[in-house]
């Protein structure tokens, strides 16, 4: 039972191009989604958020959109960097749970080209 | 340093053997979790504390697993009668606060059960 899924396992792009990694999830009580970047040998680094109760957050050179009706979301990077190569994931909480535990996807390895 | 510590950062133990991984916490964090990640998988949710109790330990796969929090700071996954299966990163986060508060993640433990 995958809630949170992502179905591209790679993806490769040019350096200064977008990037646009991709998550759906399955259970409507997740109401505050994260992104987290991971290097081989180290642990998940955070990166950005959103709340439910907002369809878009912006820092830098990442975005999330959120489109709570399709229960996806989704990451853009603009202009990626080689520097931004990495495994992607995805994750989703549920507020109501009271214990602030995240449901990961199984990730999308991003690999940015110079 | 200021982040979350994880010991040892590798593992290799025999088939049956008892195995403890230790956390330290980002000082303050009152929250710390427990997950497991596998090849190719993200990370899976084992173990939430609040505090000193588990508050959540919906995620720990069988009763050869067990995790304590004394004090409420450090923290130490028990593993007993050890098998090949067990073979994962185990990685410990700390958040603020138990709710909309990304985790904050260690490097991990890499084990590897012979």
């Known amino acids: 039972d995958q809630q949170v899924k992502q179905n591209s396992p790679s993806l490769s792009v040019q350096e200064g191009r977008i990037s646009i990694l991709n998550c759906d999830y399955t259970?409507?009580?997740?109401?505050?989604f994260l992104w987290y970047k991971k290097y081989p040998a180290e642990g998940p680094t955070f990166l950005i958020s959103?709340?439910?109760?907002?369809d878009k957050n912006e820092d830098g050179r990442f975005t999330v959109f959120l489109n709570k009706s399709a229960k996806h979301l989704s990451l853009h990077i603009v202009p990626s960097q080689p520097g931004d190569s990495a495994v992607y994931f995805c994750?989703?909480?549920?507020?109501?749970?009271?214990?602030?535990?995240?449901?990961f996807g199984q990730g999308t390895t991003l690999q940015v080209k110079p | 340093g200021a982040g979350v510590s994880q010991t040892p950062s590798n593992k290799v133990t025999e088939k049956g053997k008892y195995v403890e991984l230790r956390c330290d916490p980002i000082?303050?964090?009152?929250?710390l979790y427990w997950y497991r990640q596998s090849l190719g998988q993200g990370p899976e949710f084992l173990i939430y504390f609040q505090g000193t109790g588990a508050a959540d330990d919906s995620g720990l796969p069988n009763d050869r697993f067990f995790a304590v929090r004394p004090e409420g700071s450090v923290s130490t996954l028990k593993i007993q009668r050890t098998e090949r299966g067990d073979s994962a990163v185990y990685l410990c986060?700390?958040?603020?606060?138990?709710?909309?508060?990304?985790?904050?993640f260690g490097n991990g433990t890499r084990l590897t059960v012979t």
């Open positions: 959103i709340s439910s109760i907002k």
């Open positions: 994750a989703a909480g549920d507020g109501s749970s009271n214990t602030g535990k995240l449901i």
């Open positions: 259970n409507s009580m997740f109401d505050y």
């Open positions: 000082s303050g964090h009152t929250a």
């Open positions: 986060a700390s958040s603020l606060k138990s709710y909309n508060s990304p985790l904050h």
